[in-house]
């Protein structure tokens, strides 16, 4: 899908491009990927490296344009993998902007795609638009990461008490994603730490901007480190709580068969074809099931007194 807006407030839309307008393409199909490359001289190897899910963060710069690729989260329940992350490219030239990403998404939505807080604000400033999506994406990080530890703390409660590896795997999941996290906020701040450097940009940079940027990247990226490590703590814990549980319920099982034989060999000897002088007694099978019943309460007892039940 192609949006095109006048400026990067995203509010106005425009049918067709002008200058200092903003293009915002999401899960383009094949015919808006040729439409991109002929319509907007785009080069069709670099909209095919931005789609791809895997592309890495980097800055390029030709005469022509200026691409920057940043990582950002979304939602995914793929796998029981609740987030991972895709790249989201920005294509700057002299006429005209184009944000291009594979699927849609809570940095720049399309039903509002807006990324500054003011209601109605026309900005026409391409480099600082991108430190607002460095921004805004780092503000989703945050979002998902407190999101992410919520989930761990349900998944903690039923692995107290769990014997099988069910909320084991649920949780090595929550791992995943800390890691696809980690690996993107680290390539983010690189590929910010190259926008300060670099002497092609000829825009004035807001400094306070991009300090906010930092900051916030560094606060997610660190976040998610602790939560990392964490859970890295916790897979090890919760793997020997779960063999734990497991051998109290075999340990419970063995105490209840060994209770269970005592009746079970008392009615085996009497009841073997031998004579036994009780054969003709009116009370041999009460005091048989009384003498069966009696023994495996005193098992009981000297189970409990032990602690093993």
Not at 25 to 31: C, E, G, I, L
Not at 111 to 116: H, K, L, N, T
Not at 186 to 194: H, M, P, Q, S, T
Not at 301 to 306: E, N
């Amino acid at each position: 899908m192609i949006k095109i807006f006048k400026t990067f407030g995203g509010y106005t839309e425009v049918k067709e491009p002008q200058k200092g307008c903003w293009i915002n393409v999401t899960n383009p199909s094949a015919d808006e990927i040729k439409k991109l490359s002929d319509n907007f001289t785009l080069p069709t190897d670099l909209i095919t490296d931005i789609l791809d899910q895997d592309e890495r963060p980097r800055v390029e710069f030709e005469d022509n344009w200026t691409l920057i690729i940043l990582r950002i989260p979304v939602e995914n329940m793929n796998n029981g993998v609740p987030f991972h992350t895709i790249p989201l490219g920005i294509f700057i030239t002299d006429n005209f902007t184009v944000t291009l990403c594979l699927q849609n998404n809570e940095v720049l939505p399309m039903g509002q795609p807006s990324p500054f807080r003011d209601q109605y604000q026309q900005i026409t400033d391409s480099i600082n638009f991108i430190l607002r999506l460095f921004l805004r994406s780092g503000n989703l990080y945050m979002k998902y990461l407190k999101q992410i530890n919520n989930m761990t703390s349900m998944i903690e409660q039923d692995l107290e008490k769990s014997i099988k590896n069910k909320e084991l795997n649920k949780l090595l999941k929550m791992e995943k994603c800390l890691v696809y996290f980690i690996t993107s906020i680290k390539a983010n701040e690189i590929v910010l730490a190259k926008l300060r450097n670099s002497k092609k940009i000829t825009t004035e940079i807001n400094e306070d901007l991009l300090e906010d940027a930092f900051i916030e990247n560094k606060q997610a990226l660190e976040m998610a480190q602790i939560y990392s490590d964490i859970q890295s703590g916790m897979m090890d814990a919760f793997a020997s709580v779960i063999s734990n549980n497991l051998n109290d319920v075999m340990k419970q099982l063995t105490l209840i068969s060994i209770i269970l034989m005592i009746p079970t060999l008392i009615a085996s000897l009497f009841g073997m074809n031998v004579p036994n002088y009780m054969e003709n007694s009116f009370w041999a099978m009460p005091l048989i099931l009384l003498g069966s019943l009696l023994l495996s309460v005193i098992g009981v007892i000297l189970f409990r007194k032990r602690q093993w039940f």
